[in-house]
T-cell receptor, first 110, second 113 residues
């Protein structure tokens, strides 16, 4: 079946550095790719999304890139801050449902 | 404030108990979802409702029974659960079913004794 692979599972960066999380998907029909941030004790919160007709999208310190040929997409966080520490999930929209990756625990050290 | 409210936030129950989880969304959405979140695993889609009609049951055991009385409310009725059912149960909503942004509640942490 369809699946989404996410790497790395954990990522530790120094405050001010950049963080990159990568995902690959298997269903070539996927056309919607959201990213979620989940803080401890909270539900996932949508932070940015991209559709397959766009190669890149940016929102302040967050950007997402999509390579449909290679079937992978990435989340880029620049100038990381301690409050960026959380678990990040990628997802691919396939047949009307979202298939999620396993998550990346990002730790930003002050 | 997420716009999607889940109650209770925590629930401990024995395997023979019957309990219900509740989800309410204030976003005017027409699709609602139940997910199961376990450690080290991706979010697992359980059920989907679109305009109050169930459109997806992702091979969920019958001990989980969903109910959607209207587009704003979603319930998950639980009975005779197993220890492996202990997890965080998340509710989400979107404008309609499809490849659209889903908005999540903060979940119910369920523990089965």
């Amino acid at each position: 079946g369809e699946n989404v692979e996410q790497h790395p599972s954990t990522l530790s960066v120094q405050e001010g550095d950049s963080a990159v999380i990568k995902c690959t998907y298997s269903d070539s029909a996927s056309n919607y790719f959201p990213w979620y941030k989940q803080e401890l004790g909270k539900g996932p919160q949508l932070i940015i999304d991209i559709r397959s007709n766009v190669g890149e999208k940016k929102d302040q310190r967050i950007a997402v890139t999509l390579n449909k040929t290679a079937k992978h997409f990435s989340l880029h966080i620049t100038e990381t801050q301690p409050e960026d520490s959380a678990v990040y999930f990628c997802a691919g929209g396939s047949q009307g449902n979202l298939i999620f990756g396993k998550g990346t625990k990002l730790s930003v050290k002050p | 404030e997420t716009g999607v409210t889940q109650t209770p936030r925590h629930l401990v129950m024995g395997m023979t108990n019957k309990k219900s989880l509740k989800c309410e969304q204030h976003l005017g959405h027409n699709a609602m979802y139940w997910y199961k979140q376990s450690a080290k695993k991706p979010l697992e889609l359980m059920f989907v409702y679109n305009f109050k009609e169930q459109t997806e049951n992702n091979s969920v055991p019958s001990r989980f029974s969903p109910e959607c009385p209207n587009s704003s409310h979603l319930f998950l009725h639980l009975h005779t659960l197993q220890p492996e059912d202990s997890a965080l149960y998340l509710c989400a909503s979107s404008q309609e079913k499809g490849n659209q942004p889903q908005h999540f509640g903060d979940g119910t942490r369920l523990s089965i004794l």
